[in-house]
């Protein structure tokens, strides 16, 4: 019964974490917008840099092993056209709290694409 109970607990603990990702992403989506908009255009590692920042800052928290868990790549197929399609990757441990059944840390991954402008 406790087993159940914390195996609850771990899946609330995954789920925000996933909609911590989720959050993290939309906003650098968003900055990523605004910098090109007002020309600053960023190279991936300064999106890389951005989003772990904010990753690790509240409102998210997240335990993120910079620069590895995020990654920035602009997509081989541009869907739109004057625009640049690039995919933001970001990926945190959940530490296990069921360790002592067997249950080991496992990894999150969220991606989404970001689009800009291209002038």
Same mark, same amino acid.
């Given at each position: 019964?406790?087993?159940?109970l914390?195996g609850?607990?771990?899946?609330?603990?995954a789920?925000?974490?996933? $909609? %911590?990702?989720?959050g993290?992403? @939309?906003?650098?989506a /968003?900055e990523?917008?605004v910098?090109?908009q007002?020309?600053n255009?960023?190279?991936?590692?300064q999106?890389?840099?951005m989003?772990?920042?904010?990753?690790r800052?509240?409102p998210?928290n997240?335990p993120?092993q910079?620069? $590895? %868990?995020?990654?920035?790549e602009? @997509?081989?197929n541009? /869907?739109v056209?004057?625009?640049i399609?690039?995919?933001l990757?970001?990926?945190?441990?959940v530490?296990?709290?069921?360790s002592?059944?067997g249950?080991?840390d496992?990894?999150?991954?969220?991606?989404?694409?970001?689009?800009v402008v291209?002038?």
């Open positions: 019964m406790i087993a159940l914390l609850v607990l771990q899946i609330g603990i789920m925000q974490n996933y $909609n %911590a990702q989720r993290v992403s @939309a906003d650098v /968003r990523v917008m910098q090109y007002m020309g255009e960023m190279t991936a590692g999106i890389r840099l989003a772990c920042n904010m990753a800052r509240s998210y997240l993120v910079c620069p $590895n %868990a995020v990654t920035v602009t @997509a081989a541009q /869907r056209d004057g625009a399609e690039m995919t990757t970001v990926t945190s441990r530490d296990s709290i069921l002592v059944i249950m080991e496992f990894n999150i991954r969220y991606s989404r694409p970001i689009f291209d002038e």
